[in-house]
């Protein structure tokens, strides 16, 4: 069974950081690209960044271009995402997403439960 | 980026209705679509991918169309269940999510 576990949320202030952990179990973690996808409260989803399999290439949403790094360590089967310089307006909800495939031209078929990320003063 | 707009924003419908949901692409995304479900408090589920593909374990009363830049979300036979908001995603190009539809009861 395949299961996601994110940790790593919490209050922040703005201007502040914050890493975000993803503990991955029941399938071969090194195979697949993987995602965060955040949801603000009360909105949509959007996605945020993506690391691929293998060729250990990443995206990034314009929106946190710069400021957020996303990382993964096979070893571990874990996904990372270290958010500096955070802004009020990356308060939401932060998914890790399974993609179904090796890079990011896929679906998300499995998500974590969540970690709220609260930036404020 | 890729703008993908679902409509209606809201539906009210009974249980045992049928009710269809659309989302249309601003550019050509072949069949690189799908839907999810979110309940409240939840993580989004996924319902479709390839535009029309039935993921595992997702009961047949839901069913997608569509291909190029409009598609559609059915749910035959409304059940409790379904009650929840509902998204579409391309995945083309760099992910882009649907605004979402919130299917309630009537």
């Known amino acids: 069974e395949v299961q996601l576990l994110e940790s790593g949320g919490g209050l922040v202030q703005p201007g502040g950081s914050l890493r975000l952990s993803c503990a991955a179990s029941?399938?071969?973690?090194?195979?697949?690209?993987m995602s965060w996808v955040r949801q603000p409260p009360g909105k949509g989803l959007e996605w945020v960044s993506t690391?691929?399999?293998?060729?250990?290439?990443?995206y990034y949403a314009d929106s946190v271009k710069g400021r957020f790094t996303i990382s993964r360590e096979n070893s571990r089967s874990t996904l990372y995402l270290q958010m500096n310089s955070l802004r009020a307006e990356d308060t939401a909800v932060y998914y890790c997403?399974?993609?179904?495939?090796?890079?990011?031209?896929?679906?998300?078929?499995?998500w974590g439960q969540g970690t709220l990320v609260t930036v404020s003063s | 980026d890729i703008q993908m707009t679902q409509s209606p924003s809201t539906l009210s419908a009974s249980v045992g209705d049928r009710v269809t949901i659309t989302c249309r692409a601003s550019?050509?995304?072949?069949?690189?679509l799908a839907w999810y479900q979110q309940k409240p408090g939840k993580a989004p589920k996924l319902l479709i991918y390839?535009?029309?593909s039935l993921e595992s374990g997702v009961p047949s009363r839901f069913g997608g169309s569509g291909s190029g830049t409009d598609f559609t979300l059915s749910i035959s036979g409304l059940q409790p269940d379904d009650f929840a908001t509902y998204y579409c995603?391309?995945?083309?190009?760099?992910?882009?999510f649907g605004q979402g539809t919130k299917v309630e009861i009537k």
């Open positions: 995603q391309q995945y083309n190009t760099y992910p882009t």
């Open positions: 390839k535009a029309s």
């Open positions: 690391f691929n399999a293998g060729s250990g290439s990443t």
């Open positions: 550019q050509n995304i072949r069949t690189w």
């Open positions: 997403a399974k993609l179904d495939g090796y890079n990011f031209h896929d679906f998300f078929d499995y």
């Open positions: 029941g399938f071969t973690f090194s195979s697949y690209a």
